[in-house]
């Protein structure tokens, strides 16, 4: 009887470490590279005032990472920007506009594809030049190259830094087609600091971690969160105008925030953050 029980309490044993054996060779690529390990990366874009002109509206409406070998025209790639994203590129200035937050596979990229819309500009008298009166070039598709490719490490953060130069891109349509043309004029950026002045703006809170003061931030339109931290110096704003403390912060609370991205980390530090509706 004893030799029975043990006979199949050691079925039972084997059976559960083959079932182990399965689930752990399933979660690994057990060197064969079958499996990507995953990165992340932070997109944000940046300008500097144009000549009469108040406010420049535009819609990104995607963002797709191109592998490197891989020709353009090839199926699509990672897709950064999941959900369009609207604002007045102006507003921010030479401060950089986070646009979004992704995870992608690790590896190297040689060029990015961005599709923007919907442009609408505010002149310095306060008149609105809308989407009909401008033409826009190419309907707003834009690619663009990486000099000696974008690289994306596993279990990393890699910051990439777009220059929306609306000076260049914004001319007056001499051909009566339309008041305006808009060719965007994108560049990637050659970046030699370590750290850029930015903003996010209408952020979700999806973790805190008050006894770091961090907190876990999805920007509109993103797939994944941006690491926020804070000093006691940073401003908590609330809805209202008044300061607030770090409880008030809960998770699912929309905010902007203002401050430094390190391009090393990926963190961003928070001078200011303020409730919004």
Same mark, same amino acid.
């Given at each position: 009887?004893?030799?029975?029980?043990?006979? %199949?309490?050691?079925?039972?044993?084997?059976?559960?470490?083959?079932?182990?054996?399965?689930?752990?060779?399933?979660?690994?690529?057990?060197?064969?590279?079958?499996?990507?390990?995953?990165?992340?990366?932070?997109?944000?874009?940046?300008?500097?005032?144009?000549?009469?002109?108040?406010?420049?509206?535009?819609?990104?409406?995607?963002?797709?990472?191109?592998?490197?070998?891989?020709?353009?025209?090839?199926?699509?790639?990672?897709?950064?920007?999941?959900?369009?994203?609207?604002?007045?590129?102006?507003?921010?200035?030479?401060?950089?506009?986070?646009?979004?937050?992704?995870?992608?596979?690790?590896?190297?990229?040689?060029?990015?594809?961005?599709?923007?819309?919907?442009?609408?500009?505010?002149?310095?008298?306060?008149?609105?030049?809308?989407?009909?009166?401008?033409?826009?070039?190419?309907?707003?598709?834009?690619?663009?190259?990486?000099?000696?490719?974008?690289?994306?490490?596993?279990?990393?953060?890699?910051?990439?830094?777009?220059?929306?130069?609306?000076? %260049?891109?914004?001319?007056?349509?001499?051909?009566?087609?339309?008041?305006?043309?808009?060719? *965007?004029?994108?560049?990637?950026?050659?970046?030699?600091?370590?750290?850029?002045?930015?903003?996010?703006?209408?952020?979700?809170?999806?973790?805190?971690?008050?006894?770091?003061?961090?907190?876990?931030?999805? *920007?509109?339109?993103?797939?994944?969160?941006?690491?926020?931290?804070?000093?006691?110096?940073?401003?908590?704003?609330?809805?209202?105008?008044? *300061?607030?403390?770090?409880?008030?912060?809960?998770?699912?609370?929309?905010?902007?925030?203002?401050?430094?991205?390190?391009?090393?980390?990926?963190?961003?530090?928070?001078?200011?953050?303020?409730?919004?509706?």
């Amino acid at each position: 009887m004893n030799q029975a029980v043990n006979r %199949k309490a050691g079925q039972v044993f084997a059976a559960v470490l083959l079932a182990l054996s399965v689930i752990i060779g399933g979660c690994s690529d057990n060197g064969t590279g079958s499996r990507s390990a995953n990165g992340r990366m932070v997109l944000m874009m940046h300008d500097a005032p144009v000549n009469d002109l108040k406010q420049v509206w535009l819609t990104v409406e995607s963002v797709t990472l191109i592998r490197s070998g891989t020709q353009i025209g090839d199926g699509t790639g990672p897709i950064v920007l999941s959900q369009p994203i609207r604002a007045d590129f102006l507003a921010v200035g030479s401060v950089a506009l986070v646009l979004a937050a992704a995870e992608v596979a690790e590896g190297t990229y040689s060029k990015i594809r961005l599709q923007v819309s919907d442009p609408e500009f505010v002149l310095k008298n306060d008149s609105v030049v809308t989407a009909s009166e401008i033409q826009l070039v190419a309907d707003g598709h834009v690619d663009l190259n990486f000099q000696g490719g974008f690289e994306i490490g596993s279990d990393s953060t890699a910051v990439l830094s777009l220059d929306l130069n609306l000076e %260049k891109s914004i001319e007056v349509n001499a051909t009566g087609n339309g008041r305006f043309i808009l060719r *965007p004029q994108i560049f990637v950026d050659s970046v030699s600091s370590e750290a850029k002045e930015a903003i996010v703006l209408g952020a979700t809170v999806v973790a805190r971690d008050s006894s770091s003061r961090q907190l876990e931030l999805q *920007p509109p339109g993103s797939q994944t969160s941006m690491t926020v931290t804070m000093s006691n110096q940073t401003q908590l704003i609330g809805i209202g105008g008044l *300061p607030i403390v770090l409880g008030t912060i809960s998770v699912g609370s929309r905010l902007d925030a203002a401050g430094r991205l390190d391009f090393r980390t990926g963190v961003f530090t928070a001078s200011r953050i303020q409730l919004r509706t």
